[in-house]
T-cell receptor, first 112, second 113 residues
Framework: DQQVKQNSPSLSVQEGRISILNCDYT??????FLWYKKYPAEGPTFLIS?????DKNEDGRFTVFLNKSAKHLSLHIVPSQPGDSAVYFC???????????FGTGTRLKVLA | GAGVSQSPSNKVTEKGKDVELRCDPI?????LYWYRQSLGQGLEFLIY????????KSGLPSDRFSAERTGGSVSTLTIQRTQQEDSAVYLC???FGEGSPLHFGNGTRLTVT
């Protein structure tokens, strides 16, 4: 039972353009969502999060959008840079719990 | 450094042998997690420790897997009688409190031959 799904295993984007990474979830109890970036041979690093009381959170070039009715969140990277090439994971947790459920990841390649 | 530290970074073992993986969390973080990432898969939850509470072991795939956390700090994940399907990157993470992001170590890549 995959509660957090990233249906695109890979994405290629031209440098300077927008990268949009998508994530869907099934558990309506999830109320905290995170995006992580992972380079090869390194652990995932935290990028940005959003609480369910918001529908948008922005940090520099990274913006996360949450659509609760659709159980969908997305990460926008603008402008995309070659250094953004990595695997991106979305994760979710339900309030009062501690278990973070991760998606399977999307490999982003930003072409110079 | 101030990050989560894992050792060894790589481990190759023969099928049937036992292995121990170590995690040193960030000082002051209250909770510690183990995840694993098999080839082409996402991050699979294994076990969670929070303070003095009983650990949540619901993600451990079999009774060959066990973990302990001594003194509320360092954790060891033990895999007994390793199998080839245990080959994966084992990631440890710690967190300051509920609703905070996880901070991951660089993982231990386990290869069972």
């Amino acid at each position: 039972d995959q509660q957090v799904k990233q249906n695109s295993p890979s994405l290629s984007v031209q440098e300077g353009r927008i990268s949009i990474l998508n994530c869907d979830y099934t558990n309506s109890m999830f109320d905290y969502f995170l995006w992580y970036k992972k380079y090869p041979a390194e652990g995932p690093t935290f990028l940005i999060s959003i609480s369910s009381i918001k529908d948008k959170n922005e940090d520099g070039r990274f913006t996360v959008f949450l659509n609760k009715s659709a159980k969908h969140l997305s990460l926008h990277i603008v402008p995309s840079q070659p250094g953004d090439s990595a695997v991106y994971f979305c994760a979710a947790s339900a309030g009062g719990t501690y278990k973070y459920i991760f998606g399977t990841g999307t490999r982003l390649k930003v072409l110079a | 450094g101030a990050g989560v530290s894992q050792s060894p970074s790589n481990k190759v073992t023969e099928k049937g042998k036992d292995v121990e993986l170590r995690c040193d969390p960030i000082s002051g973080h209250t909770a510690l997690y183990w995840y694993r990432q098999s080839l082409g898969q996402g991050l699979e939850f294994l076990i969670y420790f929070q303070g003095n509470s009983a650990p949540d072991k619901s993600g451990l795939p079999s009774d060959r897997f066990s973990a302990e956390r001594t003194g509320g700090s360092v954790s060891t994940l033990t895999i007994q009688r390793t199998q080839q399907e245990d080959s994966a990157v084992y990631l440890c993470a710690s967190v300051f409190g509920e609703g905070s992001p996880l901070h991951f170590g660089n993982g231990t890549r386990l290869t069972v031959t």
